[in-house]
T-cell receptor
Framework: DGGITQSPKYLFRKEGQNVTLSCEQN?????MYWYRQDPGQGLRLIYY???????QKGDIAEGYSVSREKKESFPLTVTSAQKNPTAFYLCASSVYRGATNEKLFFGSGTQLSVL | AQTVTQSQPEMSVQEAETVTLSCTYDTSESDYYLFWYKQPPSRQMILVIR??????QNATENRFSVNFQKAAKSFSLKISDSQLGDAAMYFC??????????????FGQGTELSVKP
């Protein structure tokens, strides 16, 4: 079955620690995205990538980093510079990177909490 | 920059009744796409319906339909014959129609819909 796999489902971070959230897709999609969801708020874009070895900052990129070395993978690192990392993180992908009504496919998310 | 606003944090509907969720957006673009996503307690994001701005006809998907008012920048979702399984958070989302600006979506704050049996 094709889809997006996020792991782990739950993650705990200690003070000063970097953690990496995994996102893998087997849909052969060009574009991938990371969103953050806080209670009572909509999804906010952290980073997105339209093609391998290229990515752009979203609205709330500070304290996060990404890489896109393979088409299938778009890991997100939450660095110690992110002072309020507790949130639900969603990874998504889409077929085209341009203007289209193609929907985003979402993973099942990772809940990150600070110890 | 584009923004999406959902002014109803919570809504409630009786089973089998009809409910309308509101969404307004702000943009200077003429070409764009609008979406409604549903997020049930499982937190999985599910596409409900989508609308192309260049189409005047309102999109429909079974019990779900939209009222797209381009001049007013309004994009409401109507759910007919509400079912218990419709209970979820609903997000309105905008995507630019400008090529190579990425397929990213801009989301509203969400509306929590509860369905009463």
């Amino acid at each position: 079955d094709g889809g997006i796999t996020q792991s782990p489902k739950y993650l705990f971070r200690k003070e000063g620690q970097n953690v990496t959230l995994s996102c893998e897709q087997n849909l052969n999609h060009d574009a991938m995205y990371w969103y953050r969801q806080d209670p009572g708020q909509g999804l906010r874009l952290i980073y997105y990538s339209q093609i391998v070895n290229d990515f752009q900052k979203g609205d709330i990129a500070e304290g996060y980093s990404v890489s896109r070395e393979k088409k299938e993978s778009f890991p997100l690192t939450v660095t110690s510079a992110q002072k309020n990392p507790t949130a639900f993180y969603l990874c998504a992908s889409s077929v085209y990177r341009g203007a289209t009504n193609e929907k985003l496919f979402f993973g099942s998310g990772t809940q990150l909490s600070v110890l | 920059a584009q923004t999406v606003t959902q002014s109803q944090p919570e809504m409630s509907v009786q089973e089998a009744e009809t409910v309308t969720l509101s969404c307004t957006y702000d943009t200077s673009e003429s070409d764009y796409y609008l979406f409604w996503y549903k997020q049930p307690p499982s937190r999985q994001m599910i596409l409900v319906i989508r609308q192309e701005a260049y189409k005047q006809q309102n999109a429909t998907e079974n019990r779900f339909s939209v009222n797209f008012q381009k001049a007013a920048k309004s994009f409401s979702l109507k759910i007919s014959d509400s079912q218990l399984g419709d209970a979820a958070m609903y997000f309105c989302a905008y995507r630019t129609g400008t090529y190579n600006q990425g397929g990213k979506l801009i989301f509203g704050q969400g509306t929590e819909l509860s369905v009463k049996p």
